[in-house]
C-alpha cells in the first residue's frame, strides 16, 4: 500500500523549549511511517505580528535548527518554509472563494483570541487573521494529505478542513482532497519552573538549546514541597515541580522516586541533581546534532531550499488537479 502523506507546520514564534518535545518525538517518529511534509508556517505568525515582523526570518532558523536536533530528517521528511511555496497562497484564495464567512466565524479559537489580544491592545480584526484556519486547511490540502499530527487545541482547525475537502470535493464533482485525520497527540504539559505556565517572559523554561549548566540552574530553581524542611521530613510530591518533571522523563522509576519522597528517604537536593541528570542525558546527543549543523554555515539554507523545491512540485501538482476540477 502507498504511503499516507502528513502536513504539520509550527509558527516561528521563537526558541522551543522542553515542553515541545513531545510533539516533535512524535513528528520524528511519524517519518518512519509517512510521507512527511513539516512546514514552517511564517504567514501564519504574520497573521497576529505583522507589526513585529522583523524577527521571523531568524526565528525561522532559530526553530529548523530545533527540528533537526530533534532528529528531523531533510533525508526522510519534506521540510521547509511556507511562503517558499506560492501554491498555498494559491490554494488558499481558491479555498476562500467557497469557504461561507460564517464557518470562519464560529471557530472557537477565533472570537477567543481577537478578544484576548485586544485586551492588550493588539487589533487582529483583520482579513488575514480570520482566515488563519483556511489558510491552514490549504497547508494541509495542498499536498493531499491524509492525516496531521496535531494537540487537542488545534481540533476545530481540522473539522473546518475537513468540511471545505468536502464542501470542495462536491462542489466540483471531484475527488482531488482526501478527508485528513487528526492525528491527536497527548501533548505532555510541563509547568514552568516556577510552577507557573511556561512562558518566555516568566523566565521559567528549559529551552531545547540549553547548556548543562543552565540545565542544572534550572532544575535548582524548581519549586518543591515548601513544607519540607529536613531531607527525613516526609514530602509531598504532588506539589512539586520537580515530580512533574520525572513523571515525563523517568517513566520506569518514578514511582520509586515518589515513594521515597513520601517517605523521607530522598532530600530535595539530591532529587533535584537526578533530574537535572536525566535532562543532560536527553539533551546531549541533541546538543551534539545542533553543534554539528552550526558547524556547516551553509546546511540549513540548503535543506529549505532542497524542502520548498520538493514541496513545491507537489504542490504544483494539487494546483493542477485544482485548476482543472474548477474549470479556469
Ligand atoms: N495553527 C497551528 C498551531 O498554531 C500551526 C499550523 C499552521 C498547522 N498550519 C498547520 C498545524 C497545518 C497543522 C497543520 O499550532
Ligand atoms: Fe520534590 Fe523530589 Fe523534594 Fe519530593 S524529594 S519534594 S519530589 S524535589
Same mark, same amino acid.
Given at each position: 500500500?502507498?504511503?499516507?502523506?502528513?502536513?504539520?507546520?509550527?509558527?516561528?514564534?521563537?526558541?522551543?523549549?522542553?515542553?515541545?518535545?513531545?510533539?516533535? #518525538?512524535?513528528?520524528?517518529?511519524?517519518?518512519? #511511517?509517512?510521507?512527511?511534509?513539516?512546514?514552517?508556517?511564517?504567514?501564519?505568525?504574520?497573521?497576529?505580528?505583522?507589526?513585529?515582523?522583523?524577527?521571523?526570518?531568524?526565528?525561522?532558523?532559530?526553530?529548523?535548527?530545533?527540528?533537526?536536533?530533534?532528529?528531523?530528517?531533510?533525508?526522510?521528511?519534506?521540510?521547509?518554509?511556507?511562503?517558499?511555496? +506560492?501554491?498555498?497562497?494559491?490554494?488558499?484564495?481558491?479555498?476562500?472563494?467557497?469557504?461561507?464567512?460564517?464557518?470562519?466565524?464560529?471557530?472557537?479559537?477565533?472570537?477567543?483570541?481577537?478578544?484576548?489580544?485586544?485586551?492588550?491592545?493588539?487589533?487582529?480584526?483583520?482579513?488575514?487573521?480570520?482566515?488563519?484556519?483556511?489558510?491552514?486547511?490549504?497547508?494541509?490540502?495542498?499536498?493531499?494529505?491524509?492525516?496531521?499530527?496535531?494537540? #487537542?487545541?488545534?481540533?476545530?482547525?481540522?473539522?473546518?478542513?475537513?468540511?471545505?475537502?468536502?464542501?470542495?470535493?462536491?462542489?466540483?464533482?471531484?475527488?482531488?482532497?482526501?478527508?485528513?485525520?487528526?492525528?491527536?497527540?497527548?501533548?505532555?504539559?510541563?509547568?514552568?519552573?516556577?510552577?507557573?505556565?511556561?512562558?518566555?517572559?516568566?523566565?521559567?523554561?528549559?529551552?531545547?538549546?540549553?547548556?548543562?549548566?543552565?540545565?542544572?540552574?534550572?532544575?535548582?530553581?524548581?519549586?518543591?514541597?515548601?513544607?519540607?524542611?529536613?531531607?527525613?521530613? +516526609?514530602?509531598?510530591?504532588?506539589?512539586?515541580?520537580v515530580?512533574?518533571?520525572h513523571?515525563?522523563?523517568v517513566?520506569?522509576e518514578?514511582?520509586?522516586i515518589?515513594?521515597?519522597?513520601?517517605?523521607?528517604?530522598i532530600?530535595?537536593?539530591q532529587c533535584k541533581r537526578r533530574l537535572a541528570q536525566e535532562?543532560?542525558?536527553?539533551?546531549?546527543?541533541?546538543?551534539?546534532?545542533?553543534?554539528?549543523?552550526?558547524?556547516? +554555515?551553509?546546511?540549513?539554507?540548503?535543506?529549505?531550499? #532542497?524542502?520548498?523545491?520538493?514541496?513545491?512540485?507537489?504542490?504544483?501538482?494539487?494546483?493542477?488537479?485544482?485548476?482543472?476540477?474548477?474549470?479556469?
Amino acid at each position: 500500500m502507498a504511503k499516507g502523506t502528513i502536513f504539520s507546520g509550527m509558527r516561528p514564534t521563537g526558541r522551543l523549549h522542553i515542553g515541545h518535545l513531545s510533539v516533535l #518525538e512524535n513528528w520524528v517518529r511519524l517519518q518512519e #511511517e509517512y510521507n512527511c511534509y513539516y512546514g514552517i508556517v511564517d504567514w501564519h505568525a504574520l497573521t497576529t505580528s505583522f507589526q513585529e515582523s522583523e524577527g521571523i526570518k531568524d526565528n525561522i532558523k532559530e526553530m529548523l535548527v530545533d527540528w533537526l536536533a530533534a532528529g528531523l530528517d531533510p533525508e526522510k521528511s519534506t521540510i521547509f518554509v511556507q511562503s517558499h511555496v +506560492p501554491q498555498h497562497a494559491e490554494l488558499h484564495l481558491m479555498l476562500s472563494m467557497i469557504t461561507p464567512l460564517s464557518w470562519l466565524e464560529r471557530v472557537p479559537t477565533y472570537k477567543d483570541q481577537v478578544q484576548q489580544l485586544s485586551k492588550i491592545g493588539k487589533d487582529i480584526s483583520t482579513y488575514g487573521f480570520l482566515g488563519y484556519p483556511l489558510l491552514q486547511a490549504a497547508d494541509i490540502m495542498i499536498y493531499r494529505s491524509n492525516a496531521v499530527p496535531v494537540g #487537542e487545541d488545534q481540533l476545530p482547525h481540522i473539522e473546518l478542513c475537513r468540511e471545505v475537502v468536502r464542501r470542495f470535493n462536491y462542489m466540483y464533482d471531484s475527488e482531488v482532497f482526501p478527508e485528513p485525520q487528526a492525528l491527536l497527540s497527548k501533548v505532555k504539559m510541563l509547568p514552568g519552573v516556577d510552577g507557573r505556565k511556561m512562558s518566555k517572559s516568566y523566565l521559567n523554561l528549559i529551552s531545547l538549546a540549553a547548556e548543562q549548566d543552565e540545565i542544572k540552574n534550572q532544575v535548582n530553581a524548581m519549586v518543591t514541597d515548601p513544607n519540607r524542611i529536613r531531607k527525613t521530613d +516526609p514530602g509531598n510530591p504532588d506539589v512539586c515541580v520537580v515530580d512533574k518533571y520525572h513523571g515525563i522523563y523517568v517513566s520506569g522509576e518514578h514511582e520509586g522516586i515518589r515513594e521515597q519522597c513520601l517517605k523521607g528517604r530522598i532530600g530535595c537536593v539530591q532529587c533535584k541533581r537526578r533530574l537535572a541528570q536525566e535532562l543532560e542525558e536527553q539533551q546531549a546527543p541533541m546538543r551534539e546534532r545542533r553543534n554539528k549543523i552550526l558547524s556547516s +554555515p551553509d546546511y540549513l539554507d540548503d535543506v529549505l531550499a #532542497e524542502g520548498a523545491k520538493a514541496a513545491r512540485v507537489q504542490a504544483e501538482k494539487t494546483m493542477e488537479r485544482v485548476r482543472q476540477a474548477v474549470g479556469i
